[in-house]
């Protein structure tokens, strides 16, 4: 029997172990903190349950008045008046470790049932290939005992850790990273977030919807520097109408406390202080002290496994999926990584990782969703193609509904019509990208799109007619 030994149990690995399990694999996989790994316990799960609530909050506070919603405190019925909702943080964040565990335990479940093995412990590659072709690892429990196991393959999906700076390192307390926010029981009154990518919006868009003040520093020119350039517009306008301060083009270069309160120094000298600071600023791959090199795997300058598109390393029979490759920082690319690595050493049929058909999302308010070629690649030459964007304001469903904020752009090939990428800023527009997911992965048209019904009235309307306008200038020949 293949002997099939995965360390890390974050979604490259688990799934992994699911597919080589099901394939007939004897299946290791070893974790040092729970099958899920950081995105189920530390990062993707209790991140987004956190967002859910501060959606409900957002959503509220901005259509309630306009949809005719009164919230009564308890005074007099004649002196009723509408009131802000409030938020007991400790209770959210309670609800988000318990669910984090559930997912992990419902997650360990279901790969014990598969037939792996779920081992506690720290993994490491011990020496080169043996002359069989197969690999030894050693596995460190907590106690400091080791057992050492042998594999025919083996896959690293050990994730990463939030990067840290050395003049702003977290106290857990009031300087804080990702990981560390749940343990909070009180709303920081003056949140600084320090760095505006897909971590720092998400947070400073879900505690300001929480109540918090938020200041969002950000070394860049706009928000979101690597998402498309009209959907970073439209949410850092929500942000600042909202009442954000985002302070652009302006580096943090330490943090530290002064009491309860955190002062935080930028490279032009500037000092701003609030109640609490939450560091953003990038993720560092868990690729250390794992003898990885003296195995023959290659690592990047910035600590990244190298692999190619069906997830092998530079080492015979090491695969490696996830963060850890910084290949795409997304739990469905790791997982399809892990799948990918099983299926090619396995001997099933396999196509190799393909980046252009990945949908991702941002859980800010409003969202967003993207697939495909971007902007960037229209303007930049990398593929020529036809671009129509049509605002969520003309969507009847959205003026319903009281959104004002968003829009459907979607990307085809001139002559043909293929749809090649779309961006989706919306309420929910992690659930609205999937067809324009369908559509990119089966090189569907813009005709196709334009000629599926759609419910009436519906936001997902508004890409059936961002797909007829397009289908109308190829057949007129503009644009």
């Known amino acids: 029997m293949t002997r099939i030994v995965i360390i890390g149990g974050g979604p490259g690995g688990y799934e992994a172990a699911l597919v080589a399990a099901q394939l007939g694999a004897e299946v290791t996989v070893v974790d040092c903190d729970g099958l899920g790994g950081a995105s189920v316990l530390t990062d993707c ?158 947070f400073a868009g879900a505690y300001q919807a929480l109540g918090s003040r938020v200041t969002l520093v950000s070394s860049r020119d706009r928000v979101l520097p690597g998402e498309d350039p009209d959907a970073a517009a439209v949410l850092e306008d929500v942000f600042r109408r909202r009442g954000m301060n985002v302070m652009g083009r302006t ?86 990584q892990g799948r990918i690595a099983m299926y090619h050493f396995l001997g099933d049929a396999v196509a190799p990782l393909n980046l252009k058909t990945v949908s991702s999302n941002v859980f800010t308010d409003p969202e967003i969703a993207t697939v495909g070629y971007t902007q960037a690649d229209v303007d930049g030459g990398k593929i020529d193609a036809r671009v129509v964007k049509l605002p969520l304001l003309r969507n009847p469903r959205a003026k319903m509904q009281g959104i004002r904020d968003g829009f459907v752009k979607i990307f085809c090939r001139p002559g043909t019509g293929i749809v090649v990428g779309g961006v989706v800023v919306a309420p929910r527009a992690s659930e609205l990208i999937h067809p324009i997911s369908l559509a990119v992965d089966n090189n569907l048209t813009v005709e196709q799109i334009a000629n599926a019904f759609t419910v009436y009235p519906s936001l997902s309307g508004s890409i059936a007619e961002v797909a007829r306008q397009l289908h109308t200038r190829k057949e007129t020949g503009e644009g």
């Open 45 to 202: 799960v209790p991140s987004k349950t956190l967002i859910a609530t501060a959606e409900v909050m957002t959503t509220f506070d901005s259509s309630y008045e306009e949809l005719g919603i009164i919230v009564a405190d308890d005074t007099p019925p004649m002196e009723q008046s509408a009131r802000v909702v409030g938020v007991d943080l400790g209770k959210v964040n309670r609800r988000v470790k318990r669910l984090a565990l559930a997912q992990s335990h419902d997650i360990a479940a279901s790969v014990t049932r598969a037939g792996a093995r779920v081992m506690r412990g720290r993994g490491r590659l011990e020496g080169m290939q043996a002359l069989d072709g197969s690999r030894k690892v050693v596995v460190r429990a907590a106690d400091g005992s080791e057992e050492t196991l042998t594999a025919d393959a083996v896959l690293i999906a050990t994730g990463g850790h939030p990067r840290e700076l050395p003049d702003a390192l977290p106290d857990g307390e009031r300087i804080l990273n990702w990981t560390q926010v749940y343990d909070l029981d009180e709303l920081p009154e003056e949140l600084i977030v320090v760095g505006s990518g897909v971590t720092g919006a998400e």
């Open 251 to 336: 580096r943090a270069q330490s943090a530290k406390r002064v009491g309860d309160r955190v002062e935080v120094t930028l490279s032009d000298g500037r000092v701003i202080t609030g109640s609490h600071c939450l560091m953003a600023v990038g993720a560092v791959p868990n690729s250390a002290g794992m003898g990885l090199e003296d195995a023959g795997v290659r690592l990047r300058e910035s600590g990244h496994i190298w692999t190619d598109k069906v997830s092998r390393t530079t080492a015979p029979g090491v695969y490696a999926a996830g963060d850890v490759t910084g290949v795409f920082a997304l739990a469905s690319v790791a997982a399809m």
